[in-house]
């Protein structure tokens, strides 16, 4: 079955604008995870939907981040006026709910350079 | 504060022999936990887990070992293989799979 895509997988973007990134999950999957890798960092948590809603905000780095789910489905992670240390790879992934669901499947990943 | 930990950046090994790669915690609370695999420019992918109220589990060459006490979880990987080459990451969940915690990762390099 499909997999969790997201788009783009790269954006080059000029520092102060806004980007959106775009993840589709497994179908079926009612959680969703957004991380971001920084260059030779780990998988930073940044936010966590259960459905449509987002119990734990707390990774966001600054009120410049959001983060929107619309149908237990698709979610869009938002950066404005973006800064140069967003440059990352944004990782999305989803989940089965439930206690014997903690596997996460993860998305290729958008590449995002700010310049 | 990096509550997961993987203080071995890389790991080299010879194929056919075991892969031990290492990870620390220091939340007690952490109720679950995860390794991951991950090749260039693609996403992680799940590896294999084991609950915070067991001890060791097994699935095929990897073996996951638990010690709470020590706030200490071992990913073995017997025989390596090439294949096996990737970054690792260790995982942690609270509150049931609400939050995950990374660690920064393992680059297995698995030579033949």
């Known amino acids: 079955g499909a997999g969790v895509s997201q788009s783009p997988s790269n954006k080059v973007t000029e520092k102060g604008k806004d980007v959106e990134l775009r993840c589709d999950p497994i179908?079926?999957?009612?959680?969703l995870y957004w991380y971001r890798q920084s260059l030779g960092q780990g998988l930073e948590f940044l936010i966590y939907?259960?459905?449509?809603?987002?119990?734990?905000k707390s990774g966001l780095p600054s009120d410049r981040f959001s983060a929107e789910r619309t149908g237990g489905s698709v979610s869009t992670l938002t950066i404005q006026r973006t800064q140069q240390e967003d440059s990352a790879v944004y990782l999305c992934?989803?989940?089965?709910?439930?206690?014997?669901?903690?596997?996460?499947?993860f998305g290729p990943g958008t590449r995002l350079t700010v310049t | 504060d990096q509550q997961v930990k993987q203080n071995s950046p890389s790991l080299s090994v010879q194929e056919g022999r075991i892969s031990i790669l290492n990870c620390d915690y220091t939340n007690s609370m952490f109720d679950y936990f995860l390794w991951y695999k991950k090749y260039p420019a693609e996403g992680p992918t799940f590896l294999i887990s084991?609950?915070?109220?067991?001890d060791k589990n097994e699935d095929g060459r990897f073996t996951v070992f638990l010690n709470k006490s020590a706030k200490h979880l071992s990913l073995h990987i017997v025989p390596s293989q090439p294949g096996d080459s990737a970054v690792y990451f260790c995982a942690a969940s609270l509150n049931y799979g609400q939050n995950f915690v990374f660690g920064p990762g393992t680059r297995l390099s698995v030579l033949p």
């Open positions: 084991i609950s915070s109220i067991k």
């Open positions: 179908s079926g999957h009612t959680a």
């Open positions: 992934a989803s989940s089965q709910t439930g206690i014997s669901s903690y596997e996460q499947y």
């Open positions: 939907f259960q459905g449509n809603s987002a119990p734990d």
